[in-house]
């Protein structure tokens, strides 16, 4: 009689485990969350800014005048589509007394082989990479987390487009960034991303 106990026991917890695994992991379900978050009238939203590269090494010396203008990614190129050069731009959302944080990003280029978007959220106690994205074919993408850090202590977010190696640091080149001083620590700066702090 104790064995059958036993076996019902781990039967039912087996099957309990099986499905909140498989809400946790419903893709649908966090589809919705996210929309609800975005859609409510109570809704706290902060707009990502182009990220600021490292300044110009001063030692370089200036370029030749008759080379013409430089090539730079997201430049248009003859005979391209108007409708080719990307504006990355975002938004930081969530709701007051919830986990819930989603980062809606938008005009961003294609990546190739492992490179992602990547979603930096920094609070009082450092640094957490939230996710990591693939833009859809019209250069959208959302990343949505709702682990630590809690949405309300957020006080910075960096995006950047490099290959998700696990570090908690932003690294890669950088996209966008959002930073509100009034809701950090003191002497908090933000992200400089030619020193890496």
């Known amino acids: 009689m104790p064995r059958l106990l036993l076996i019902v026991v781990l039967v039912v917890a087996v099957a309990w485990l099986g499905f909140q ?107 957490t990479l939230a996710g990591a994205a693939r833009p859809r074919p019209d250069g959208t993408a959302q990343v949505r987390s709702a682990a630590e850090p809690r949405p309300a202590t957020v006080y910075e977010v960096v995006v950047t487009r490099a290959v998700d190696n696990a570090t908690s640091i932003p690294h890669g080149q950088p996209v966008l960034q959002w930073f509100d001083a009034s809701l950090g620590p003191p002497r908090a700066r933000r992200f400089d991303f030619a020193l890496g702090v």
Do not use: C, I, K, M
Request: net charge negative; glycine share 8%; no cysteine.
């Open 21 to 127: 695994a498989v809400r946790a992991f419903d893709p649908d379900r966090h589809a919705r969350e996210a929309a609800a978050v975005l859609s409510a009238p109570d809704t706290v939203t902060h707009p990502l800014a182009a990220a600021q590269a490292a300044a110009p090494d001063r030692r370089t010396p200036p370029s030749d005048p008759d080379a013409g203008a430089p090539e730079r990614e997201g430049n248009r190129q003859p005979g391209e589509a108007l409708d080719a050069v990307h504006s990355p731009g975002g938004r930081f959302s969530h709701r007051p007394g919830t986990w819930l944080s989603v980062v809606e990003l938008e005009g961003l280029d294609q990546v190739a082989g492992d490179e992602r978007y990547l979603v930096f959220l920094r609070n009082w106690a450092g640094w």
